[in-house]
């Protein structure tokens, strides 16, 4: 869950919660947690988000929506839980674009994504 819908304030609390959660370095070298950072992706709005088409400029995905996982994944966290919501027509948990060629290749994820219950 977040913070809210704003994506600086998203991403400065994201930095600071995450390796919290996961992982104190005086207790043990391992995690003790595994964070998920969810929705993944463009899930925002009022009421049931199921089956929703978020219809979004390229833009405005990569200023406003992406940011706060981008940070949440520099932050440290080994999960991502796609959205329920399709984005521009193309379902969050099969959209080749966010889970492929964004957070794999250009922020080389190499943790797990898995899908919110129903959202596959």
């Known amino acids: 869950e977040g913070y809210g819908e704003d994506p600086l304030l998203m991403s400065e ?3 600071h919660f995450v390796p919290h959660l996961q992982h104190d370095p005086q207790v043990s070298d391992y995690l003790q947690a595994v964070s998920t950072c969810k929705h993944f992706d463009v899930f ?5 988000m199921v089956g929703l088409d978020s219809i979004v400029t390229y833009r405005d995905w990569v200023s406003t929506y992406l940011p706060p996982f981008q940070a949440c994944l520099e ?3 080994s999960s991502f839980m796609c959205s329920y919501n399709s ?3 193309v379902p969050s948990c099969g959209n080749d674009e966010l889970l492929t060629h964004i957070l794999r290749e250009e922020w080389s994820f ?3 994504v898995t ?3 129903g959202a596959v």
């Open 13 to 15: 609390l994201v930095r």
């Open 44 to 48: 925002s709005g009022p009421g049931n």
């Open 75 to 77: 932050a440290g966290t």
């Open 87 to 89: 984005i521009n027509g």
């Open 110 to 112: 190499d943790g797990y």
């Open 115 to 117: 899908s919110d219950c």
